[in-house]
Every structure is written in C-alpha cells, then in structure tokens.
C-alpha cells in the first residue's frame, strides 16, 4: 500500500513543520535575548554572534525579577491550597448533606461561573479601596479563593458523588469525628482532581493580570506579569533586554510544564469537559 | 437529644462550608450585588454620592459613540477569532488522532501557548509585528509586512485576532482530540465498510458525534475572545488612534482612568448579557443537530 504510505508520511512531515512554524515566535524571541538590541534591530532573524547572557543580568536586574518571581509564587501556591483544601470540603457538605440551604448555595455557585470577572471588577476595587484593603498580598489571596471556590466545589462535588459511602460509614462506627473521615478517608481519594484543579488554578493565577493590576499598587508587590508591564512600559526600546525578559517569565511554568506535561494536558481535558 | 442533633449540624455546616461562603459571599456575591445596584445610581468617586437614577446610565451607554463602535470591534474580533482558532485546533486534532508519531510530543508542543499570560503573549507578538515582519517585508520585499501592522488602523485588527487565535487553537485542539477520541470506532469501521468515503465519513459522522465537543470549544472561545484584555493591553495598546480597543480595556479605562464608575459598569453587565445570549444560543442551536449513539 504505498499511497497508504505516503499520505502517513505527508501527515507526519505536515504536523512536525506545522509545530515548528507554530512555535517559531518562541524561536525568534529565545534567539534574540542573547544579541545586543543594535543587532537585534540590523537583523531579527541572524543567529546571534556570540551567546552573551548580558541581556538576562540586565533585565533581570532591572525588572526586579526576583521579587516579581517571589511575589508570583507567594500567591499562586496559597491562592492553589486553599482553593482546593476548601472547595474540597464544601463539595464534600453538598453531596453528603441534602439539606435545602445546601442545595440553594450550591445553585448560587453555579450561576456565578457564568459571571465575568469583569462584572465584579468595578465594585471590588471600590469597596475594598473604601475599606483600605488594597494593595496587599493577603487580600488579593483571599480574592483568588473567592472567585476559585465555585469552580472547585463543582468539580469535587462531581467527584465525590461518585464515591461509596461505605468507606465512611464503618469509620464513623470506629468513633471517628465527621471531620477526621474526611481530613483521613475522603481527601486521598480526591487526588486525581486535585491535581486537576490545581493545574487549572496554577495556570489561571499565575498568568492572571488584570486583578492583581487592580489590588497591588506598590510596586513592591508585583507580581511576574505586572513587572514585565511595568518594565515594558519604561524600556519600550532596549529590545535585548526585553526579550530577556520575555525568556525568563516563560521558563518558570516552562519547566512545570515539561514535569506536569500529562496532567496539564488531563487536566485541561476534564476541566473542559465538566 | 435533637437539639443537640440540629447543633452538631450547624458545627458540620460551619466547618465545612465556612470557610469558603465567607470568602465566596465576601468577594464574589456582595460586590455583584453592590454592582448591579451602582449602576442605578449617579455614584462619583469625588462627591460619594449615591442617588439613584433608574436606567440613565445603561441609556448613557447605548448613546455613547466610541463605546458602541468599540463594541462593534468587538464582534468583528470575536468573529474572527473563534472561526480562526475552532479552524486551526479542528484540524490540528483530526489529524493528530489519525494515527501520527509521537501524537503525545505534538499535542504537548501544539498547547505550549497557553502557558503564558496575555501580557507576555502580547509582548511576544508585539516585537514579532513591529520587528521582524516589518524587517523581512523590506528585505524580502514583502509588501504585506513592509511597515508594521501594529500602526496601521487595518492590520492592527489583523495582529489582535491573529495572537489570538494562535492561543486558543492549542487549547482548543485538546478539547476537539478528547471528543474525538469518544466518536466509537466500530461506527467509523461499518462507514467505511459500507462504501463511505473520507469526506463523508468526516460530515456525517465524526462532525455529527463531536457537537459536545464543538459546543463547549466555540463557548470557550467566545466568552474568552469577547473578554480579552491583558492581550489587548500590551499588544497594541488600544491604538493607533483608539482604534483596537476591545470592550472590556474601553470598560477599565472609562472605571478607572476617567473614574465614571456607574457606566464602567452598566457597560460591563451589558457586555456579560450580550456573552450569555450568544453562548447560549449556539449552543442551544449546535445542540438541536446532535445525534445519540
């Protein structure tokens, strides 16, 4: 069969150059961080003459990179633990507890997914600001829990519907307490959606800008996309170091990525189709 | 005894569910509550008045040019967007799922965009539309990418859907490929059996069992699409001349640089009512030509 052939190869060539001219804007950029700007501007395609880091010590310096990656990394890993510690525990209240003000919260929850940031914007930012809550770390934490709650109560409440009961019941007849089944015998079984989950919420608040634009006004607290904003908006032409930076704020979920690639992958799948 | 039941029931209540309704009530609930109340009213940062002015401010929205061209805009990008990137990831996950090597490595290099943030997505394309095109267009002579796109009133249009799409196709070509992947194969088998060919095998029935699948990826494109903002923000900055902005940087420029806080948001609920009804009606029209296995 060698049309049979032909065409798995013809496939096969067309999705590997498909993926590189896909990816060839990260190509371009990689490249670039190692050329000065002037070489950069003469020709944005050469390979670059020699391999200087100096654009990198640069930008990283500059855009205070450090402490944009600390920041980042404060608030993802506390905004991801408490969306998942608990919305695990209020899906486990809604499947295991058929009571009327349940059924009505878990209602309420769902209809607030269909709802835009954007629609509550305007009115966070003046009522924390009346009550001189902005800028700070804590509170934008609280915020991404608030607003990561319903998705993850909706995916735990799926989850957990489908667990036997059987398995808490005879630890309630050893005398554990309602909440020691859950922290001992429910939450390991959660694993698969909790890694879900935190996939979602990691890329989610990790690239988030338009909040933290809003809440963190000193810059002292930036996060990652607000200083490559706010070190974009002053160095509009010094390209060498832009692109420096660029290269850095893609390589942190880069590498987690490369790690978690299929469960990134799982994750995206399932959080789409629930 | 059934007191005590009743108060080990509020304890469970309050231990499990607590937590979380404080924090959904306190950032989610009350201020969508606060928002729908502020735009009936004339509230002003300067005088914190809040008298109430029924429907002015969604008649001031409709009346207010720039917003209604920018909502136009808008549309046009949603438009392009949507049928770019559902396009791009359809075919990209038609012919991954057809038996390609190293299906695993594609899928994973095909989504890479998505792990970054509208702003450094837009800062990527940026240089790549003022820099490098512009560079090859007179080098090569290309006249389509002679000057930048960025500071053409056209092509800057052009720039936002193409930066886009280029996102959202990975993203969505996960979802098509997991639809796929549930189309049976013994279906597919007796089609081809029977005499089927590709082309007809493909519209009757691989298009006809992944309408799940569609529906859920031209959902998700619209509302992200109709709701870009970081994007828009470091791409082309609203310009030139005003002409890119999207309605949700009109809506925080209007909140928060000129500080008209009620019609920021009478636009915002306007803009959340327009993404309801069309998500919903195409799903309710796509799900209408949905068959049961």
Redesign the interface.
């Known amino acids: 069969m060698p049309a049979r052939r032909f065409s798995?190869i013809l496939?096969?060539t067309?999705?590997?150059v498909?993926?590189i001219i896909?990816?060839l804007?990260?190509l371009?950029?990689i490249l670039?961080s190692f050329k000065t700007t002037q070489h950069?501007?003469e020709?944005?395609?050469a390979w670059p003459k020699n391999f200087s880091f100096s654009n990198y010590i640069d930008a990283f310096q500059k855009m205070n990179f450090m402490q944009g990656f600390i920041n980042s990394l404060v608030i993802t890993v506390f905004g991801v633990l408490l969306i998942i510690l608990?919305?695990a525990?209020?899906g486990?209240?809604f499947v295991r507890?058929k009571?009327k003000?349940?059924k009505v919260?878990f209602f309420?929850?769902l209809a607030?997914m269909?709802?835009?940031?954007?629609?509550?914007?305007?009115?966070?930012?003046?009522?924390y600001g009346n009550l001189g809550l902005l800028d700070s770390k804590t509170v934008l934490i609280?915020?991404y829990?608030?607003?990561g709650?319903?998705l993850?109560?909706f995916m735990f409440h799926g989850f957990i519907k489908g667990i036997s009961y059987e398995l808490e019941e005879s630890s309630f007849i050893d005398g554990c307490t309602?909440?020691r089944t859950?922290f001992q015998i429910v939450l390991p079984l959660l694993k698969p959606i909790i890694v879900t989950l935190a996939v979602l919420d990691v890329?989610w608040i990790?690239?988030?800008?338009?909040l933290p634009s809003?809440v963190l006004l000193s810059p002292g607290n930036r996060t990652l996309?607000l200083s490559?904003?706010a070190f974009?908006s002053t160095y509009t032409v010094d390209?060498g170091p832009?692109?420096a930076a660029?290269v850095m704020?893609?390589i942190p979920?880069?590498i987690l990525?490369i790690i978690l690639?299929?469960h990134?992958?799982k994750g995206?799948?399932e959080g789409?189709?629930k | 005894m059934k007191n005590n039941k009743k108060l080990n029931?509020v304890g469970?209540?309050l231990?499990?569910?607590g937590?979380?309704?404080f924090?959904?009530a306190?950032?989610?609930?009350?201020?969508?509550i606060?928002?729908l109340y502020?735009t009936f009213t004339n509230w002003h940062i300067i005088n914190n008045d809040w008298s109430f002015v029924g429907f002015s401010n969604y008649v001031d929205v409709f009346r207010d040019k720039t917003f209604l061209t920018q909502l136009e805009f808008t549309i046009w990008y949603v438009i392009f967007t949507v049928l770019i990137s559902n396009f791009l990831a359809f075919f990209?996950a038609l012919?991954?799922t057809?038996?390609?090597?190293g299906e695993?490595w594609?899928?994973?290099?095909?989504?890479?965009?998505?792990?970054?943030?509208?702003?450094?997505l837009g800062?990527?394309?940026q240089?790549?539309f003022s820099?490098?095109l512009p560079?090859?267009g007179q080098q090569y002579g290309w006249t389509l990418f002679e000057t930048s796109w960025l500071t053409s009133t056209d092509k800057a249009f052009w720039a936002l859907v193409i930066a886009t799409s280029?996102q959202l196709a990975?993203?969505l070509m996960?979802?098509y490929?997991?639809g796929f992947t549930g189309v049976p194969k013994d279906v597919l088998e007796a089609a081809s059996i029977d005499g089927a060919n590709k082309s007809t095998i493909l519209r009757k029935i691989i298009l006809r069992l992944s309408i799940p699948a569609i529906v859920?990826c031209i959902f998700?494109s619209l509302?992200r699409s109709f709701?870009t903002?970081?994007l828009n923000?470091?791409l082309t900055k609203g310009g030139p001349f005003g002409s890119t902005e999207l309605a949700?940087y009109h809506?925080?420029q209007k909140?928060?640089l000129s500080n008209q806080?009620a019609i920021?948001?009478a636009e915002?609920?306007i803009?959340?009512v327009i993404?309801?009804v069309v998500a919903l009606t195409q799903s309710y029209l796509l799900k209408k030509l949905e068959v049961e296995v």
């Open positions: 798995a496939k096969n067309l999705m590997y498909g993926l896909f990816l804007p990260f371009l950029v670039n950069f501007i020709n944005p395609i608990f919305s525990m209020t486990y209240l507890f009571w003000v349940n919260l309420m929850m607030a269909t709802v835009p940031f954007q629609v509550i914007m305007i009115p966070l930012v003046m009522l609280f915020m829990m608030g607003f709650i319903p993850g109560v309602r909440p859950f890329l990790w690239n988030d800008y338009l809003l996309p490559t904003y974009f390209y832009l692109m660029l704020t893609i979920v880069l990525y690639q299929d990134v992958i995206i799948t789409a189709i | 029931n469970i209540f231990f499990f569910g937590p979380s309704l924090a959904f306190v950032v989610f609930l009350i201020p969508f606060v928002g502020l990209i012919v991954l057809s038996g390609v090597k695993r594609l899928r994973a290099g095909y989504f890479t965009p998505n792990l970054i943030g509208g702003i450094v800062y990527l394309w240089t790549l820099r490098v560079f090859l280029w990975g993203y996960i979802i490929i997991a859920v998700l509302s709701l903002y970081d923000l470091s949700t809506i925080v909140a928060f806080y920021g948001q915002a609920i803009l959340f993404v309801a």
